[in-house]
C-alpha cells in the first residue's frame, strides 16, 4: 500500500528523443507527487511536482501526465539532452499531523547519448 | 547560502564501531530528515525533525539515533555499525511540512567493514 512502483530501471535515449519513466502508486491517501533528478555524486534535487486534481503539467521539456483513475504518472523529457544523463526519482506525499510523508520509487538510471 | 551541508563525504568503519553523520543547514528550515539510499530501493526514511527538540522514527530507524538541539544541525549515529548499514546517506530539509520540496545535501557514502 504504502510502495511506489518505478519503471524502466534503466532507460538509454537518443538526443532529441523523447524519455518516458513510468510510476504507479496504490494509496489513495497519496496527494502529492514530485519528481527529483539525481546526478552522479549530488543530492537528488526537486525537478517538477504535481496534484491529482491536474491531469498535467508542463515546465520548459520535462511534462507531468496524472492518471488518478489509474494511480498512474509518468515524466516525459522531450528533446532529451546528454545533460539530462541523470537518476530520476518519483515520489508519492501525503500529509501528516505534523510532517509530509513521501514514499520514494527506486529511481530510473537515465542516458542520453549523442 | 550553502543549503544543507553533510561531513564526512566518505567513511569506512568497521563492524562495531560508532560514528556520527553530520548535517548543517542555513536555510532556517524547520523539517529535517535522514535517508539512506541502496541500490533498487529509492531513498528510505531513517529518522525525522519538524523542530529543534522534536524527532521521531521512519521506516528504517534500527541502529540509528538523532537528536535536533539547534535548528541548524541534524546529527545523526550510528552505534554500533553493521555491514548492512554500508548506504549513501542524504540529509534533506525543507520550508515547513515539505510540501515545497526538500533540499538535499550531497550525501555521506559509508562503507561497513
Known amino acids: 500500500q504504502q510502495q511506489v512502483k518505478q519503471s524502466p530501471q534503466s532507460l538509454i535515449v537518443q538526443k532529441g528523443g523523447i524519455s518516458i519513466i513510468n510510476c504507479a502508486y496504490e494509496n489513495t491517501a497519496f496527494d502529492y507527487f514530485p519528481w527529483y533528478q539525481q546526478f552522479p555524486g549530488k543530492g537528488p534535487a526537486l525537478l517538477i511536482a504535481i496534484r491529482p486534481d491536474v491531469s498535467e503539467k508542463k515546465e520548459g521539456r520535462f511534462t507531468i501526465s496524472f492518471n488518478k483513475s489509474a494511480k498512474q504518472f509518468s515524466l516525459h523529457i522531450m528533446d532529451s539532452q546528454p545533460g539530462d544523463s541523470a537518476t530520476y526519482f518519483c515520489a508519492a506525499s501525503m500529509m501528516k499531523t505534523s510532517y509530509d510523508k513521501v514514499i520514494f520509487g527506486p529511481g530510473t538510471s537515465l542516458s542520453v547519448i549523442p | 547560502n550553502a543549503g544543507v551541508t553533510q561531513t564526512p563525504k566518505f567513511q569506512v568503519l568497521k563492524t562495531g564501531q560508532s560514528m556520527t553523520l553530520q548535517c548543517a543547514q542555513d536555510m532556517n528550515h524547520e523539517y529535517m530528515s535522514w535517508y539512506r539510499q541502496d541500490p533498487g530501493m529509492g531513498l528510505r526514511l531513517i529518522h525525522y525533525?519538524?523542530?529543534?527538540?522534536?524527532?521521531d522514527q521512519g521506516e528504517v530507524p534500527n541502529g540509528y539515533n538523532v537528536s535536533r538541539s539547534t535548528t541548524e544541525d541534524f546529527p545523526l549515529r550510528l552505534l554500533s555499525a553493521a555491514p548492512s548499514q554500508t548506504s549513501v546517506y542524504f540529509c534533506a530539509s525543507s520550508y515547513g511540512q515539505g510540501r515545497g520540496g526538500y533540499t538535499f545535501g550531497s550525501g555521506t557514502r559509508l562503507t561497513v567493514v
Open positions: 525533525s519538524v523542530g529543534a527538540g522534536i524527532t
